[in-house]
């Protein structure tokens, strides 16, 4: 679907909810699609999209940044402790913050460089055993745990059981970011953008809607 339909689709989302489509941020989830389609997406007129893994964002990423200005990479999938330091040379923002070891490193790593991506943390708010994920249960607590260490938090992010009704889980993230002060709100994807809007997401996460179904990378 072109861009444009997308931008088009979240605007009228933010008009049933009455909303500023300013305060909501589209990021273009390119995980796993080839460089052409990407490098599409770019000429459009995208400048923000998401990545799972810090090593396939390190392969195809540094040169689309020389290529096009205004990058802004966020990475939507699992960090590894110790891939924090490539991850903040490459990301201008971490949805994935799920556990204090991680928090530490993320922090010291902020102290040496002097800049702090936006940082969200990632809610199981489907409690699913696979899935990362602070449990709803363990969140406020967490928040504050990530306060101690010195990191500004920016919101909260989750990615709802397939098989359950998603708006439940929006409407609970964004009573828990309420509640612990937070602004942001990452949640909603292809098939449930619209409703996480009208619940009050601020970052949605993109994918096949905008490049099509994901060709399956080799293993
Ligand atoms: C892949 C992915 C998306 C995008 O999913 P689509 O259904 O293709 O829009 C969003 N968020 C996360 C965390 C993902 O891993």
């Given at each position: 679907m072109p861009l444009a339909d997308i931008q088009n689709r979240i605007e009228n989302a933010c008009q049933k909810a009455g909303r500023s489509v300013q305060d909501v941020k589209l990021i273009a989830v390119s995980k796993v699609q080839p460089n052409e389609r990407v490098e599409a997406v770019l000429a459009e007129g995208c400048r923000v999209?998401?990545?799972?893994?810090?090593?396939?964002?390190?392969?195809?990423?540094?040169?689309?940044?020389?290529?096009f200005a205004g990058v802004k990479l966020h990475l939507i999938g699992p960090l590894q402790s110790?891939?924090?330091?490539?991850?903040?040379?490459?990301?201008?923002?971490?949805?994935?913050l799920d556990r204090e070891k991680l928090a530490r490193r993320i922090a010291t790593e902020v102290q040496t460089r002097g800049a702090c991506p936006e940082?969200?943390?990632?809610?199981?708010?489907?409690?699913e055993p696979q899935k990362a994920g602070v449990l709803p249960a363990d969140v406020d607590e967490f928040v504050k745990a990530c306060r101690g260490f010195d990191l500004k938090i920016k919101g909260l992010m989750c990615i709802p059981p397939v098989t359950e009704e998603p708006s439940m889980h929006f409407a609970?993230?964004?009573k828990m970011a309420k509640r612990n002060g937070l602004?942001?709100?990452?949640?909603?994807m292809s098939s449930d953008?619209?409703?996480a809007i009208a619940l009050g997401a601020t970052h949605v996460r993109v994918g096949s809607a905008i490049f099509g179904d994901r060709v399956k990378a080799p293993e």
């Open positions: 999209f998401g990545e799972n893994r810090v090593q396939e964002a390190q392969g195809k990423w540094p040169d689309f940044k020389a290529q110790n891939k924090v330091k490539p991850a903040l040379e490459l990301f201008d923002a971490i949805h994935t940082l969200f943390i990632q809610v199981n708010t489907g409690e609970l993230l964004a602004s942001g709100l990452s949640m909603g953008f619209e409703s």
